[in-house]
C-alpha cells in the first residue's frame, strides 16, 4: 500500500501561482511513475501531467502545457506540481497518484492506469 497526501491548494487570483504537493508514505515511492489529474465539479476526473520513475521524462495534457510543471524529490518521497499563469478553468479538486510499472511518463495518462490515489487538494482560481 502506498499512501499519498496532498497540500498546497488553496484560493487564488487569475494569475497567480500554486505549488501542490504530494507525499507518499512508502521509501519505495522511486519505483513509481507519478501523476497529476484534476476533476472539476460535474466532469470527470482529467489527466494533467506525468512523471516517469526516475523523473527523467514527462508528459502534459495540452491544456497544461507551458504553465505546469511536474517534478518529483525521490530523496523525500515528494511529487511536486507548480502551476503558473492560473485561469479560472483551473478551478478543480488536483489528486495524486502512483503507478507501478515502468515506461515513459508518456503512457501514464489515463486513471484506470495509476494504482494509489490521495485524497485531493482544492484549486479555486478567481478572475
Known amino acids: 500500500q502506498v499512501q499519498l497526501v496532498e497540500s498546497g491548494g488553496g484560493l487564488v487570483q487569475a494569475g497567480g501561482s500554486l505549488r501542490l504537493s504530494c507525499a507518499a508514505s512508502?521509501?519505495?515511492?522511486?519505483?513509481?511513475?507519478m501523476g497529476w489529474f484534476r476533476q472539476a465539479p460535474g466532469k470527470e476526473r482529467d489527466f494533467v501531467a506525468a512523471?516517469?520513475?526516475?523523473?527523467?521524462?514527462?508528459y502534459y495534457a495540452d491544456s497544461v502545457k507551458g504553465r505546469f510543471t511536474i517534478s518529483r524529490d525521490n530523496t523525500g518521497n515528494t511529487v511536486y506540481l507548480q502551476i503558473d499563469s492560473l485561469k479560472p478553468e483551473d478551478t478543480a479538486v488536483y489528486y495524486c497518484a502512483a503507478a507501478s510499472g515502468g515506461g515513459y511518463a508518456s503512457t501514464y495518462y489515463l486513471p484506470h492506469q495509476y494504482d494509489y490515489w490521495g485524497q485531493g487538494t482544492q484549486v479555486t482560481v478567481s478572475s
Open positions: 512523471i516517469s520513475k526516475s523523473g527523467g521524462n514527462t
Open positions: 512508502r521509501r519505495t515511492f522511486s519505483t513509481y511513475a
